[in-house]
């Protein structure tokens, strides 16, 4: 079974490797379901690591539709990765009543070139799984990450397992909750690859009654924060 670990950071890359990982997802802020990561922590990973990895193409938080400028982003980031040699995209796109953008992510596939295409989580946001999984096997995706439209993947077995049914050129590959205690449930059920994080948090200074730089106000998964061009505008005219 294939053991993909999505990595936030080059420290977390590097103990996946260490760790007999088979693959890496590289991305950054997992808290937020996982942005691109920079071109420096690009660059480092290509540097250090030996194994495989695939790197998250997602340019912003929030839902997974995007505008016409944000595509071309998304080309441009994964156009530096193949120029870097990385093995692997993953990203997808889908519309605003929650079915495939077949168009705008076969135009992300088609920028991939040869590099493995997964499709990411926002599949889990589709209504039809099973008619998505069969578009996207036409699209020549290679793997599809899902935890079954739950929270985590042992709770959406049934789905799942549902899908594994329809299994082609395209491995469907559980993620989401995935930890010791029950990845062995996942081989059992015939899956070929799991995808987890594996992530502790540690302590890395000794005070933490500073003001915090978190705002829960920026996580949403149906708005996106945007600067406002009236807000701008007023501030603008106030001291000008």
């Not at 088979?22 to 690591?49: F, H, N, Q, W």
């Not at 605003?96 to 990411?120: M, N, P, Y």
């Not at 739950?150 to 082609?168: F, N």
């Not at 909750?177 to 502790?200: D, I």
């Amino acid at each position: 079974m294939l053991v993909e670990v999505c990595a936030n950071s080059l420290q977390s890359a590097l103990n996946a490797q260490r760790a007999g990982a088979d693959r890496i997802e590289l991305c950054s802020e997992l808290a937020v379901g996982g942005i691109t990561p920079s071109y420096g922590l690009l660059k480092s990973v290509r540097e250090m690591i030996s194994i495989p990895v695939h790197v998250l193409v997602r340019p912003r938080s929030g839902d997974f539709t995007y505008t016409s400028n944000e595509l071309e982003i998304m080309k441009e980031d994964i156009a530096l990765c193949v120029e870097l040699g990385f093995d692997g995209i993953v990203s997808g796109v889908l519309k605003t009543d929650f079915s495939l953008d077949i168009d705008r992510t076969k135009k992300l596939i088609e920028a991939s070139g040869s590099l493995k295409f997964t499709f990411h989580r926002a599949f889990d946001w589709v209504r039809d799984p099973r008619g998505a999984f069969g578009q996207l096997q036409s699209l020549g995706v290679d793997y599809v990450l899902t935890s079954g439209q739950r929270p985590a993947a042992v709770e959406g077995m049934a789905l799942l397992k549902e899908l594994l049914k329809d299994e082609s050129n395209c491995v469907l590959m559980p993620g989401g909750g995935v930890k010791p205690t029950n990845v062995e449930t996942f081989m059992a059920e015939g899956f070929k690859a799991v995808h987890l994080s594996g992530t502790k948090f540690f302590r890395t200074l000794p005070e933490s009654d500073r003001v915090s730089m978190n705002s829960a106000s920026f996580l949403s998964d149906t708005e996106i924060a945007l600067t406002d061009l009236n807000t701008i505008e007023d501030v603008v005219n106030r001291v000008k």
